[in-house]
């Protein structure tokens, strides 16, 4: 199996070959050929990929090898441009960009969830946001049982979410040094409700993907949604505290035992020894990790969550590796 890896050099790009190097899921034995993209500026440098050195390829050097896999994490603009072409060769392309979530043909897939719906017809395969991913993961099982009729949604987003640059801001700021912003305020000792950019309905970008993106997932569009997304100083990952509104009454002991049997979800819930998941303890793991979780009285069927990922790998690379794995599994990719 030949892979193009577009955005090698981004922070996600580098997750996605530390993913692929532990072989988890994808075995490192079944890589035939590697092929590093990135920008121009990256043109004449080398990346290590599995103790070899890998020259960076532009996009059309790429096109050209024909690989069987693409994936992309280099934005919306070039995923909507250049996979396409990619596709039209009969490569498998999964996408982190925002580019091709919305679009009802195409398929917008966390692989313990709706995996089902990957097929070899569909060459395009778009990943989903960071702070769905690990929503969804918790929530798809619950709403299988229960019915979710609401969720009110606060996140508290890692800078990496926003990229290099923003922890670039975050590190310069930390040590008084000038340099160049990503966000229109300090982030350090400091926290914002901006994430994305606002949309008309005073909404921001990145608190629409959490309902549409997950109305989408969970094939439920009947699911109210209401969500603020809240930019914070740290590094490990992103956190949620996710209020459920159920359609049907649930006992405690069945709830917690749903979350603990889900395949990929750690259950981190001991608050007579302050137990409960943190963003520095989930950075660098897969796990998708459940804490805090308690009953709504407000209501008769609610539920408070505080779920937290690490947005770099299961929010984006472990979970694209993860569909590779599926077509792999599924035997539309000869490996």
Same mark, same amino acid.
């Given at each position: 199996?030949?892979?193009?890896? !577009? ?39 080398? $990346? ?29 603009? $070039? ?45 395009? !395969? ?21 019915? !979710?009729?609401?969720?009110? !949604? ?111 979800? $750690? ?22 990790? $459940? ?45």
């Amino acid at each position: 199996m030949k892979i193009a890896l !577009i955005g090698a050099t981004g922070l996600v790009g580098n997750v996605m070959m530390r993913v692929l190097e532990e072989s988890k899921y994808v075995p490192i034995s079944s890589i035939s050929g590697f092929i590093p993209v990135a920008s121009e500026k990256s043109l004449g440098t080398e $990346v290590i990929f599995n103790n070899r050195k890998y020259r960076i390829h532009t996009l059309a050097e790429a096109l050209e090898q024909k690989p069987d896999l693409a994936l992309f994490s280099a934005g919306a603009d $070039v995923s909507r441009e250049w996979a396409p072409l990619f596709a039209a060769q009969n490569c498998f392309v999964i996408d982190n960009s925002s580019a091709w979530r919305k679009d009802a043909n195409i398929p917008l897939v966390v692989p313990e969830v709706n995996g089902h719906v990957v097929s070899g017809s569909q060459r395009i !395969i778009a990943n989903p946001n960071c702070s769905t991913i690990q929503m969804v993961a918790v929530l798809a099982p619950l709403h299988k049982k229960y019915n !979710i009729k609401r969720l009110v !949604i606060s996140t508290y987003q890692s800078v990496t979410g926003t990229g290099a640059k923003a922890v670039r801001q975050l590190e310069n700021e930390r040590q008084g040094i000038s340099g160049s912003r990503v966000y229109p305020h300090p982030i350090d000792l400091n926290i914002f409700p901006h994430g994305g950019v606002f949309m008309p309905n005073g909404y921001t970008s990145e608190e629409m993907k959490l309902e549409e993106e997950s109305h989408k997932i969970m094939q439920a569009p009947e699911i109210r949604i209401t969500s603020t997304v809240v930019r914070v100083p740290v590094y490990g990952g992103h956190s949620e505290s996710v209020n459920v509104e159920f359609a049907n009454q649930f006992e405690m002991d069945d709830m917690l035992r749903i979350i603990s049997a889900t395949k990929g979800i $750690v259950l981190q819930d001991d608050i007579d020894k302050a137990v409960y998941p943190m963003p520095k303890y989930a950075e660098g793991r897969d796990e998708v990790f $459940v804490g805090r979780v308690r009953r709504d009285f407000s209501v008769d069927h609610g539920i408070n969550l505080w779920i937290v990922a690490d947005n770099l790998r299961k929010g984006a690379a472990t979970n694209a590796v993860q569909i590779a794995a599926l077509l792999m599994q599924k035997e539309f990719i000869n490996a």
